[in-house]
C-alpha cells in the first residue's frame, strides 16, 4: 500500500509510458506512432518535474532581497528548480522532433497516398 | 591564449558557421561548399592542438562554460580517450566534405546544397559535442542534435529514404529518452550531472536498486544509438539509402561516438568493478556482442547491395568493440579503444569507395562489377585496403586492434568469444572475396568483349579529383595507423585505461 | 488547400489580439529570470501571433507581414547574436559565456553584466524559436509547396476580405 500511494508519480509516468510504447510498436498507422512517441517523451518530462517538488516548498522566486541585511535563504523552502530548466530543453526537443517527424510524413503521404505502414511496405518491395 | 579556449571553439565554430551556411545559401549557392571547408579546417586544427596539449601535459585539459566551476557548471574534458576520437571526427569530417562536393551534386537537386550543408554541419557539431563534454544530460542534448540532423539529412535520399528515416526517428527517440531517464535516476540520488562528480559521489551507493535501474536505461538508450545487435533494425535501411556523402559521414562516425560513450558511462562515470562485479553486466555484453557479429556476418552474406552489406560490417564491427569492452581487462579495452580509431577510417574507406562505383556505374549490385578492375582500378585498391584491415590483415591497423581484442579474451578465459573473433574474420574475407571475385577474377576473354561492347578504352578511374583524393587519403591512413600502433598505443591509448583494471 | 476563412468576427479578434499578443510576449521573455518564462516561452507565443494572423486571414496576409526569406534570416540572426554574446568574453580573456566580462564593454559592475548577459542570451532564443516555429507551421500548412500557395491565392485574390 505504502508503495502504491507513496510512490504515485512512478506509477503514473510508468503507465504512460507503457502506453506510448505500445503506441510506437503496435499501432499501423505512423501517424499514431507519431502520438505514441509524443506520449512517451512527456512522460518522461512529468517524470522528472514529479521529482523536483517537495511538501510545503514555494515556486522557487527569491522576492525582497533588497530588504533587511542577513535575510537568510533556506533551500528547503523552495522546489528544485533544476528540474524544470533541464525539462525546457527536454520539450524543445520533443517539439523539433514533432516537427521534423511531420514533414517526413508529409513527403511520404505524398509519395505513397497512404499513411499505413504494411502498404507503405508493399509498396516500397515493389 | 585563444588556444586556451579551443574546447568551446571547437563546438561553437561548426554551429555558427552552420547557420552562416544557411543564411548566405538564401542568396549564392556557390559559397556555401567553401564556408564548410573553412570550418572543418580549423576543427582539424583545434582537434591537432589539443591532442597535442594533452599529450605534453599528461594530464586532462578541463575547461569551465561560463566560468562556473563544477558541479554547478558545465564543464568540457579533453583527456586521452576522446582526444585521438576528436582528430578522428575532424579528420574525416574534412576529408567527406571534399568528397561530397562533386559527389552530392549528383544525387541532389542545386537548391537543396545549403540545407545540405547546413545539416552536415550541424552533424558534425553534435559529434564533436558528444566527444568533448564532461556533463551528462549536456551529452543528451548534443546527441539529440546530432540525431536530429542524421534523421533530416538521410530522408533527403532516394526512394524509401523518407520512411526509413521516420522508422529511424521512431526507435532514436526511445534510446534518447531511456539515455535521459538514467541521467534521472543518477541525478535523484546524487544531486550532480558532472561526470567527474558522479564517479565520486557514487560509490557508496553502488547496492542501491536506484543505480542498477539507472545503469541498465544508460546501456539501452546507448545500445539503440549504436547499433547493439538486437536494436540495430534501424540500421540497414537508413544508410543504405541516404545519399552517398551522408552514407560516407554517418557510417564511420555516429555509431564509433557512441561506443565512446558506453566506454565513458561504464569506466569514468560508473567505477570497473561496478560492471564486473556488482551489476555483473559484462557477461550479457560478451554475449550480445558475440551473437552480434555471427549474426550480422550471415546476414551480410545474404546482401547483393554493396552498401548494404557494409552496413551490416558496421553492426558487426560493434560486436567487436562490445567484446572488447566486456572482457574488462587492460588488454580488451586497448583493443576496444583502438579498435573504435580503426573502424572509422575502415569504415570512411569503404563507404566512400562504394559511393564512388555508384556514382560512377548507377548500380550497385555486386553482380554489375564485372570489369571494374580496368575501369575503376584507384578505387578498387582503395577498397582492397579497406577489406584488408576489417578481415585483419597485416600491416593495416585492423590486424592490430584485432589482436588486443584476442589477447584480452585470451586473458579473461572466455574461450567461446576467441572462437566467435576468430570466426566472424573468416566470415568478413568471405564477404569481401565475394566483391573482389566479381571485381577482378574474370577470364581475359570475357572482358575484352565487355570492354569493347560498352565502347570503354582501359584508362584511370574517370571520377572527379575531388572524390580520388579523400578516398586515397583514407587508404593511406589506414596503412599508417596501422604502422605506428605501437606508439600511438603506448603514448596515447595507454593512459585512457582506469587504473582499476586489473592486468 | 487553405481554405479562407471569411469570417469578420475572427478578423476582427484577430486584428485586436495580435499586438498584445506581441506584447505579451516580450513581456515574458524580459521578466525571464524573476517569473515563469525566459526566451522559448516568448518565442512561441510571438509566433503564435503571426499564426493567428495566418489562421484569421490567409496565408498571403502572413507573408506581406513576414516574408519567408527575412524569417529564414532571423532564424540565424538570433543563433549570431547567441554566438556574439558567447565570444566577446573569449576576446577578453574570460571562457566562452562568462558574461562577467561584458562589464568591460557594457561599463558596470561584473553582477549586472552578467544579468544582461542572461538578456541577450535569451533575445537571441526568442529570435530563433519564433522564425523556426513560423517556418514549420508554413512548411506543414502548405504541404511543402509555400510558392504554389502564395502564387493561387496572389491570383485568386481574397475573397470578400474587409480591412
Not at chain 3, 27 to 52: D, E, K, N, T
Amino acid at each position: 500500500m505504502e508503495i502504491m500511494v507513496g510512490k504515485f508519480n512512478y506509477w503514473i509516468y510508468i503507465i504512460l509510458i507503457m502506453v506510448g510504447f505500445y503506441g510506437m510498436m503496435a499501432k499501423n498507422n505512423l501517424m499514431k506512432k507519431l502520438i505514441g512517441m509524443n506520449i512517451f517523451q512527456w512522460s518522461i518530462i512529468l517524470y522528472y518535474i514529479s521529482i523536483g517538488a517537495k511538501k510545503g516548498g514555494t515556486v522557487p522566486i527569491i522576492m525582497d532581497t533588497h530588504s533587511a541585511a542577513g535575510q537568510a535563504i533556506r533551500a528547503i523552502d523552495y522546489i528544485n528548480p533544476l528540474p524544470h530548466v533541464l525539462m525546457l530543453t527536454a520539450i524543445v526537443v520533443g517539439v523539433a522532433t514533432t516537427g521534423i517527424a511531420l514533414a517526413l510524413l508529409i513527403i511520404i503521404y505524398k509519395k505513397y497516398g497512404t499513411l499505413e505502414e504494411d502498404e507503405i511496405i508493399e509498396a516500397l518491395k515493389k | 591564449m585563444i588556444s586556451e579556449h579551443f574546447p568551446a571553439l571547437i563546438v561553437v565554430t561548426p554551429l555558427i558557421l552552420s547557420f552562416v551556411v544557411f543564411a548566405v545559401g538564401l542568396f549564392d549557392r556557390r559559397y556555401c561548399f567553401p564556408l564548410v571547408i573553412i570550418a572543418l579546417g580549423a576543427c582539424i586544427h583545434f582537434a591537432v592542438s589539443m591532442m597535442k596539449k594533452v599529450i605534453a601535459q599528461g594530464s586532462a585539459i578541463h575547461y569551465y562554460l561560463g566560468a562556473w566551476a563544477p558541479p554547478w557548471g558545465i564543464e568540457y574534458v579533453v583527456d586521452h580517450l576522446n582526444a585521438l576520437v576528436l582528430v578522428s571526427i575532424a579528420v574525416i569530417s574534412f576529408l567527406v566534405a571534399i568528397y561530397s562536393n562533386s559527389n552530392v551534386k549528383r544525387e541532389l537537386p542545386e537548391a537543396k546544397l545549403p540545407q545540405f550543408y547546413t545539416l552536415f554541419l550541424l552533424q558534425v557539431t553534435g559529434l564533436f559535442g558528444i566527444t568533448i563534454t564532461g556533463d551528462a544530460f549536456n551529452l543528451y542534448v548534443l546527441l539529440e542534435i546530432a540525431s536530429f540532423s542524421a534523421y533530416a539529412i538521410i530522408a533527403m535520399g532516394e526512394n524509401g529514404a523518407q520512411f526509413a528515416a521516420f522508422r529511424y526517428m521512431i526507435f532514436g527517440t526511445i534510446g534518447a529518452c531511456a539515455y535521459l531517464l538514467g541521467v534521472g535516476y543518477l541525478y535523484i540520488i546524487t544531486g550532480s550531472l558532472n561526470m567527474a562528480d558522479l564517479s565520486k559521489l557514487l560509490p557508496p551507493l553502488y547496492h542501491s536498486k536506484v543505480l542498477i535501474a539507472g545503469f541498465s536505461f544508460l546501456l539501452v538508450g546507448i545500445g539503440i544509438k549504436m547499433a547493439l545487435f538486437p536494436v540495430h533494425t534501424w540500421l540497414p535501411d537508413s544508410y543504405t539509402l541516404a545519399p552517398s556523402s551522408v552514407s560516407a559521414l554517418l557510417a564511420p562516425l555516429f555509431t564509433k561516438v557512441g561506443a565512446y560513450v558506453l566506454i565513458r558511462v561504464m569506466f569514468t562515470i560508473f567505477d570497473p568493478s561496478f560492471s564486473v562485479t556488482i551489476f555483473p553486466v559484462t557477461e550479457i555484453l560478451g554475449w550480445v556482442g558475440a551473437t552480434g557479429i555471427i549474426f550480422a556476418s550471415i546476414l551480410a552474406l545474404a546482401q547483393t547491395d554493396l552498401k548494404r552489406m557494409l552496413c551490416y560490417l558496421i553492426v558487426v564491427e560493434i560486436g567487436f568493440i562490445v567484446i572488447g569492452i566486456a572482457s574488462a581487462n587492460r588488454f580488451g579495452l586497448t583493443g576496444a579503444i583502438f579498435h573504435i580509431i580503426n573502424d572509422m577510417f575502415m569504415m570512411a574507406c569503404l563507404f566512400t569507395a562504394a559511393g564512388a562505383i555508384f556514382s560512377q556505374i548507377g548500380t550497385r549490385n555486386i553482380y554489375q562489377f564485372r570489369i571494374l578492375h580496368k575501369t575503376m582500378p584507384i578505387t578498387m585498391a582503395v577498397f582492397i585496403i579497406g577489406a584488408l584491415s576489417v578481415i585483419g590483415v597485416p600491416p593495416m591497423c585492423g590486424f592490430f586492434s584485432k589482436w588486443y581484442l584476442i589477447l584480452g579474451v585470451i586473458q579473461a578465459k572466455k574461450w567461446v568469444y576467441l572462437a566467435v573473433i576468430l570466426i566472424g574474420s573468416l566470415l568478413n574475407a568471405i564477404l569481401f572475396f565475394r566483391v573482389l571475385e566479381n571485381a577482378y577474377f574474370e577470364t581475359r576473354n570475357n572482358i575484352e568483349n565487355t570492354l569493347n561492347n560498352k565502347g570503354v578504352t582501359v584508362t584511370l578511374d574517370r571520377i572527379p579529383k575531388g572524390e580520388l583524393i579523400p578516398m586515397m587519403c583514407f587508404a593511406v591512413i589506414i596503412i599508417l595507423l596501422g604502422i605506428f600502433s605501437g606508439k600511438i598505443i603506448n603514448n596515447i591509448i595507454q593512459f585512457a585505461i582506469p587504473g582499476a583494471l586489473q592486468g | 488547400m487553405v481554405r479562407d476563412l471569411n469570417d469578420i468576427i475572427v478578423r476582427t479578434g484577430a486584428r485586436i489580439l495580435i499586438p498584445f499578443m506581441q506584447i505579451y510576449s516580450l513581456y515574458v521573455y524580459a521578466h525571464g529570470h524573476i517569473s515563469p518564462g525566459g526566451g522559448f516561452q516568448g518565442g512561441c507565443i510571438m509566433a503564435a501571433s503571426f499564426i493567428l494572423l495566418a489562421v484569421a486571414y490567409n496565408l498571403h496576409e502572413s507573408k506581406r507581414r513576414l516574408k519567408e526569406k527575412r524569417n529564414a534570416i532571423f532564424c540565424s540572426l538570433g543563433v549570431f547574436i547567441f554566438a556574439a554574446t558567447g565570444l566577446v568574453p573569449v576576446l577578453f580573456a574570460g571562457n566562452f559565456l562568462d558574461y562577467g566580462k561584458w562589464s568591460k564593454v557594457l561599463f558596470t559592475d561584473p553582477i549586472m553584466a552578467r544579468y544582461y548577459g542572461m538578456a541577450f542570451i535569451e533575445l537571441g532564443v526568442q529570435i530563433t524559436v519564433m522564425a523556426a516555429m513560423v517556418s514549420i507551421f508554413l512548411d506543414l500548412v502548405t504541404a511543402g509547396k509555400h510558392e504554389e500557395v502564395f502564387e493561387e491565392e496572389k491570383i485568386n485574390g481574397d475573397n470578400g476580405r474587409q480591412v
